[in-house]
């Protein structure tokens, strides 16, 4: 995973040499999604899968480089708010027609288990979690996109009394992007 994150991490600075791959005059982008998740705990032999709405903003710093950052709060009934905070960095590509290839990685952490950008919180948890994608976007006019979108996400989950495990999480998501 380290490896991954170096690779990421070296072609994020090249891309930045690339000229910009947002709209035109736009610095922000707000997002909605649907997502399907599959996902299983080591030691695990089946998979489950979770069907969510995401919310996402971001914000263009320089060329098509991008803060995207993600709050997921959750209340599951008879457990604690569920709180994570992802640091993403995406790097859209400029391309000249109107679809738009980008990569995203980030990191984060909260105190329950997320799956599918919901989470599950539970004061004995503590995640850190280790994120990257790449996906398309197509442009709708100058002020909004179609997002389609690949990421994998392993969280590393410490309970009370020293017991931990990983969670590998594989998502689609499909949504829209509005800029302004």
């Given at each position: 995973m380290k490896k991954a994150v170096i690779v990421l991490t070296v072609i994020f600075f090249f891309c930045t040499l690339m000229v910009s791959a947002q709209p035109s005059g736009k610095k922000w982008e707000f997002g909605v999604g649907f997502s399907y998740s599959n996902y299983k705990f080591s030691g695990d032999t089946e998979s489950e899968?979770?069907?969510?709405?995401?919310?996402?903003a971001g914000y263009y710093v320089w060329k098509g480089l991008e803060i995207e950052p993600e709050l997921m709060l959750t209340k599951f009934k008879g457990s604690d708010t569920g709180v994570v905070f992802n640091a993403n960095?995406?790097?859209?590509f400029k391309t000249s027609g109107r679809l738009k290839p980008f990569l995203l990685a980030g990191f984060g952490f909260g105190n329950g288990m997320p799956v599918a950008n919901l989470v599950e919180g539970d004061s004995s948890i503590t995640a850190t979690i280790i994120n990257g994608g790449a996906g398309v976007k197509y442009l709708v006019g100058n002020s909004a996109a179609i997002r389609l979108e690949?990421?994998?996400?392993?969280?590393?989950?410490?309970?009370?009394?020293?017991?931990?495990?990983?969670?590998?999480?594989?998502?689609?998501?499909?949504?829209?992007?509005v800029f302004f």
């Open positions: 899968y979770v069907l969510n709405l995401p919310i996402r960095l995406a790097y859209n690949y990421r994998y996400t392993h969280d590393h989950l410490k309970y009370e009394g020293g017991f931990s495990e990983n969670l590998n999480i594989h998502q689609m998501l499909v949504g829209v992007s």
